[in-house]
T-cell receptor
């Protein structure tokens, strides 16, 4: 298993454009999380899936953000009508179960909105 | 309200010395979990250690140990025998409750620099 894979690693887009990121979790992990991290800050929770069900969504996730996890496998995070404030590192993580299991994070997708 | 507080924005430690990174948390739940993660300059978050609120013993993982003081709501990370590769950002994190909603929140982090 190669761990959690995120694509693309970097994305530069013009303000107002739509972008989509992909996350492939560790295959046996049923839980998948999206976080956003800005420079010098800790990751902020965005949303969480257990299998294909989106169980929680942060208020940080405006109507321009949507996430899916079809068939409980990979996940996509889409940002519509990007704004400069969306520039950040978008981190995906997966885990198996609850309790003492830490998350396994991907390397992230760095979004720059110009 | 800030749930996780890390009061040390930056720390320096001499190689081979021990260092303690502070973390305090705020929760009204009786059941919760505490985590520490490391983020090197490469950017990937690495899980280090976990402490459950009902665990009686402090967690240890190799050179990492968690000094858990429940009454003070603190969960400090102790790194023994620091190595140059320990230079990184360190994040304290917490999962509240025992629900199926598995949300972990992170603190602002502490930057650790190990000096040769």
């Amino acid at each position: 298993d190669t761990g959690v894979s995120q694509n693309p690693r970097h994305k530069i887009t013009k303000r107002g454009q739509n972008v989509t990121f992909r996350c492939d979790p560790i295959s046996e992990h049923n839980r998948l999380y999206w976080y956003r991290q800005t420079l010098g800050q800790g990751p902020e929770f965005l949303t969480y899936f257990q299998n294909e069900a989106q169980l929680e969504k942060s208020r940080l996730l405006s109507d321009r953000f949507s996430a899916e996890r079809p068939k409980g496998s990979f996940s996509t995070l889409e940002i519509q009508r990007t704004e400069q404030g969306d520039s950040a590192m978008y981190l995906c993580a997966s885990s198996l179960g609850w309790g003492a299991h830490g998350y396994t994070f991907g390397s992230g997708t760095r979004l720059t909105v110009v | 309200a800030q749930k996780i507080t890390q009061t040390q924005p930056g720390m320096f430690v001499q190689e081979k010395e021990a260092v303690t990174l502070d973390c305090t948390y705020d929760t009204s739940d009786q059941s919760y979990g505490l985590f520490w993660y490391k983020q090197p300059s490469s950017g990937e978050m690495i899980f280090l250690i976990y402490q459950g609120s009902y665990d009686e013993q402090n967690a240890t993982e190799g050179r990492y140990s968690l000094n858990f003081q429940k009454a003070r709501k603190s969960a400090n990370l102790v790194i023994s025998a620091s190595q140059l590769g320990d230079s990184a950002m360190y994040f304290c994190a917490m999962r509240e409750g025992q629900t199926s909603y598995d949300k972990v929140i992170f603190g602002p982090g502490t930057s650790l620099s190990v000096i040769p």
